[in-house]
């Protein structure tokens, strides 16, 4: 016997009985996620547990005894209800390559992020394991089959959204159920984008679960059972347009120009080389470092007068980069840097730049909006913190300039503006120069201008607080008005005459916005999307036993409606937030904070713990999408 299920996350949880057969009966619960229930004579096999408030309604399906719970994927809300498995003497099992992330979720969570950091984005981690560990019974490995009162369940790894998720498929009367977790939604959509981001935009996850989708279509179930929003019948076609439109959003993400392969060549075809090796005259004021294998973050505007402007400093040895300035002041006449001005906040732009100022007295400038990331790290889980490039203390700036800010030096005239792109905090720096306008935009845009297939952007992660309509699509926006005749980007780009390439990377950022917005679910892409629209700050904080600190939430409503916002602090032993639970009314594309506190027991283990944020946004329950890290010890 086989029911579709009318059930939907918006209603209140019941189960919901979808199929039967071979005196299996399988029934469907949702709240975090949906939990599916094999019953048979009194006991349940689960699939995955949500928040476990099914387990206070098992009768009402005859279920006597929960004998095992199989979870397909680690993420936080198919397994925060786990604590409330003890007393009812469950087994539980989890896949093999995720066994540790149940098991020891602290070790996956750093408070000094390094780009090699594993399942991270540069230092930012890619995982939400759960607020406590998770004991795992039995780890399952793909292509296992798990048996349970006479029935089989074959296992598959089907990655993608998670690096270890696995789906589990039985035949019942000969018609075959695949529990699938989060590879692929009704209406063919991903459940979150941030999940699926392995990297700094080559789009391995994206590979990943195109793969899976595949595999799944190839096992031709006759139903999809994923683990948010309602069956799939007849899941065929769907999953083979899903991977279509995983290939289309694979095309528009990777970069567009060339990486990895012959980017060294097209770097610039403008500069020449100076009396200075390595330090190549892009005009007669303005230089960069360039050499084989050099992508170093360094360009120096030098006055008549003898004194330079650095924009970026770093990805560069710093013997080498001394060396090279030492021949600068004999052969092309410099005599002192003023300071050093820093485009973003990724490390490898400024980690140098201290060295630098010490060495030749110079300051270090930015915009107001990029200093805190760089100089309080600790407030933020963002992609490329100084950490991440070895960087043990934070720069400190010696001057911040307010948006549109104009910098009178040498006689040059420099506009600081506030240009988002491949992160929200990034400037560009621009003004005339030897009778160009020249504007310095940072990792926002590379390639050749004059390669049609080069579309300009860099790495799309959201990671680095990258929403398209705060990012990409500002700054096509502002370089497109700003019509600048000379763009000097980093790692030593220079694009001369870039309006070709200006207009490409305008057209593609609508084209990635589209890509999305078709892929993802919900009503706002954004909110699948973006891994920040709540926020703790900081997200890392240190406590010492007994002590307690206050942290602010951050919220942000995308709906161009009000919506209203419940949010749950779910604090592991030893750690209690007040108060434990908000209720929010956000205008719509409102942003607001509230004051959270934490406080720790004098008898708390040392270590890092993880602190979770339930959410409910309108009524769709979300669960554990959101975390915190509060370190206890020395």
């Not at 770093?314 to 052969?331: H, I, N, P, W």
């Not at 919220?555 to 779910?570: E, K, N, S, T």
Request: proline share 6%; with cysteine.
């Amino acid at each position: 016997m086989w029911r579709t299920s009318v059930q939907s996350c918006m209603s209140p949880p019941t189960w919901t009985q979808i199929a039967a057969g071979d005196g299996l009966t399988v029934f469907t619960w949702s709240d975090t996620c949906r939990v599916h229930a094999l019953c048979r004579d009194g006991a349940a096999l689960l699939i995955d547990l949500g928040d476990g408030s099914c387990l206070d309604h098992l009768a009402e399906i005859g279920v006597e005894r929960v004998e095992w719970v199989l979870f397909t994927h680690h993420h936080r809300e198919q397994c925060q209800g786990a604590r409330r498995l003890g007393p009812l003497g469950a087994q539980l099992a989890a896949p093999a390559a995720e066994r540790a992330f149940f098991e020891q979720p602290s070790a996956f969570r750093r408070l000094d992020p390094r780009l090699e950091d594993p399942f991270s984005v540069y230092g930012a981690s890619y995982l939400r394991p759960p607020v406590e560990a998770v004991a795992i019974d039995r780890a399952v490995a793909k292509m296992d089959t798990f048996t349970w009162r006479g029935h089989e369940l074959t296992c598959f790894e089907t990655r993608g959204d998670s690096p270890g998720s696995m789906s589990y498929l039985i035949d019942l009367e000969g018609r075959r159920l695949a529990f699938s977790g989060d590879v692929m939604l009704a209406g063919g959509r991903m459940h979150t984008w941030f999940d699926a981001e392995w990297d700094y935009g080559y789009g391995a996850g994206l590979r990943a679960l195109h793969d899976s989708a595949g595999l799944l279509a190839d096992c031709r179930p006759h139903r999809l059972l994923p683990a948010h929003g309602p069956a799939i019948a007849d899941p065929v076609p769907l999953l083979r347009a899903y991977q279509a439109r995983l290939r289309r959003l694979e095309a528009l993400l990777v970069r567009g120009y060339d990486v990895l392969t012959f980017p060294a060549a097209g770097q610039d075809r403008v500069s020449q080389t100076s009396e200075v090796p390595h330090l190549w005259r892009i005009s007669p004021h303005l230089y960069k470092l360039k050499g084989p294998d050099v992508f170093a973050n360094f360009t120096l505007l030098l006055a008549d007068s003898g004194r330079a402007l650095v924009v970026d400093c770093g990805c560069v040895e710093f013997d080498f980069l001394q060396k090279t300035l030492d021949l600068a002041k004999s052969r092309l006449g410099l005599r002192a840097i003023d300071a050093v001005i820093v485009t973003h906040m990724h490390g490898d732009h400024f980690t140098e730049a201290a060295q630098l100022c010490a060495a030749w007295g110079a300051q270090l400038w930015t915009l107001d909006r990029i200093a805190p990331p760089c100089e309080q790290p600790e407030r933020f889980d963002l992609s490329c913190p100084g950490s991440a490039y070895g960087l043990a203390t934070p720069p400190r700036f010696d001057r911040l300039f307010h948006e549109g800010e104009t910098i009178e030096w040498e006689g040059f005239d420099l506009t600081v503006d506030a240009m988002p792109g491949q992160t929200a905090y990034a400037l560009c720096l621009h003004g005339i120069i030897d009778g160009r306008r020249v504007a310095f935009t940072g990792d926002n845009l590379f390639g050749d201008p004059r390669h049609p297939r080069h579309s300009g952007h860099e790495a799309v992660v959201a990671r680095c607080d990258a929403v398209l309509e705060e990012g990409y699509l500002v700054a096509a926006d502002y370089l497109t008005r700003l019509r600048p005749d000379l763009i000097v980007g980093g790692h030593s780009y220079v694009m001369e005459n870039p309006a070709a390439i200006v207009g490409r990377f305008s057209r593609w950022a609508l084209q990635m916005r589209a890509a999305f917005r078709a892929i993802l679910a919900g009503a706002d892409y954004r909110y699948a999307f973006d891994p920040y629209w709540v926020r703790a700050d900081p997200y890392r904080l240190r406590l010492r036993p007994g002590a307690s600190a206050e942290v602010k939430l951050h919220v942000r409503c995308f709906d161009d409606a009000p919506r209203r916002f419940r949010l749950a602090v779910h604090t592991p032993p030893g750690l209690h937030a007040s108060p434990a639970s908000f209720d929010l009314a956000l205008g719509a594309g409102e942003r607001t904070s509230r004051p959270l506190t934490i406080n720790a027991d004098s008898g708390i283990a040392a270590g890092v713990h993880v602190v979770a944020v339930d959410v409910t946004l309108g009524r769709r329950r979300l669960g554990e999408w959101f975390d915190l890290l509060v370190a206890i010890g020395a």
